[in-house]
């Protein structure tokens, strides 16, 4: 009998068979249960050729996962949780470096939670982006229609 | 022949002429393949096929939030150029972004955005996108953009 997986593990098993996180080419390094998201810099995420931009939405959808991979880490559900609504900031223009970002769950209810990410390049204090994400909980089986 | 950079209804119809191209120039568009379809002032229209490298959830196979935020972010910034009356790079502020309903699987989202007011330095936006028809959205948006160089024609508040 092999030991039941850690919650860190079946975070990690489950980004592997997302698209997405593949085309965006993020992961998270996870410890117990902090993480961190690492997007590294590919020329595929940029937004704007003369500045060497990174792109809002790819910054908005790294954010996104962050929050939602933090959020799976440490609430029991079984199914990923839905987005309700996102709020971007946009601090500072992303860099063509490496971007990492840190979700922290504000508020975790039973149906809904309150998720606040920040993501970085090369200090830590100097954020790019900042998201206040709210979303729905897997099983709560609501806002299908 | 009127310049573009200084000529709104130019640039405008410089937008559409080239509007096959140009989300072919900004690599994250690129990636996740939307395209312009239709331009009027301060108005834009878009539509992203679906594809299966953007699915977000491997069970529903559904298209991650983070492509609609794109989408409606690049939309949103394509409006302003449809918008201001001087050609200026906009950057986003902040953008929010409110589901409605989740994406049906396999169905290409329809979407776009609206610049309906500009500052000196501001230009404000919102956006939807959907399946079919605005009376049933998937997501909506609002935003703010930064334009890049305070100093345009308008004059503060004034109305595009």
Redesign the interface.
């Known amino acids: 009998m092999s030991e039941p997986l850690s919650r860190g593990e079946q975070l990690e098993g ?1 980004l592997k ?4 996180v ?3 080419g993020m992961h998270c390094d996870i410890k117990g249960d902090d993480m961190v998201g690492v997007l590294p810099f590919q ?7 003369t500045i060497k931009a ?5 910054i ?3 954010l ?2 962050t929050a939602m991979a933090q959020l799976f880490l440490v609430a029991d559900v079984e ?2 949780p ?9 601090l500072r ?1 992303g860099r063509d470096q490496d971007l990492y970002a840190r979700a922290t769950v504000v508020k975790l209810g039973r149906r809904m939670a309150s998720v606040r990410a920040e993501a970085w390049q090369s200090e830590r204090d100097k954020p790019v982006a900042a998201l206040l994400g709210h979303f729905l909980l897997g099983n709560s089986g609501e ?3 | 022949m009127t310049n573009p950079m200084k000529d709104l209804d130019a640039r405008i119809k410089f937008m559409r002429e080239n509007m096959a191209s140009m989300m072919k ?8 393949g939307f395209e312009v379809t239709r331009i009027e002032k301060g108005h834009v229209w878009g539509v992203q096929p679906f594809h ?8 529903t196979r559904v ?5 609609i ?3 409606l ?2 939309l949103c910034g394509a409006s302003c150029g449809a918008a201001l009356k001087e050609f200026r ?1 906009v ?9 409605m ?2 994406a049906e699987s396999g169905r290409d989202i329809l979407a776009e955005a609206e610049c309906y007011h500009v500052t000196k330095s501001v230009a404000f936006c919102r956006a939807w996108a959907y399946h079919e028809s605005r009376d049933k959205v998937i997501a909506t948006a609002q935003g703010a953009f930064a334009i890049n160089n305070p100093r345009t024609n308008l004059k503060k508040g004034e109305q595009i």
């Open positions: 489950f068979q997302v698209p997405i593949k085309t965006i020329n595929k995420l940029i937004g704007n050729f990174l792109h809002g939405g790819a908005g959808t790294f996104e996962m199914r990923p839905r987005t309700i609504n996102i709020t971007v900031d946009y223009q806002a299908q229609s | 120039v900004t690599p994250w568009a690129n990636e996740m299966e490298h953007l699915v977000g959830d491997p069970e298209i991650h939030g983070g492509v935020t794109t989408l972010d690049n790079f950057a986003t502020l902040d953008l929010r972004i409110d589901y309903r989740p």
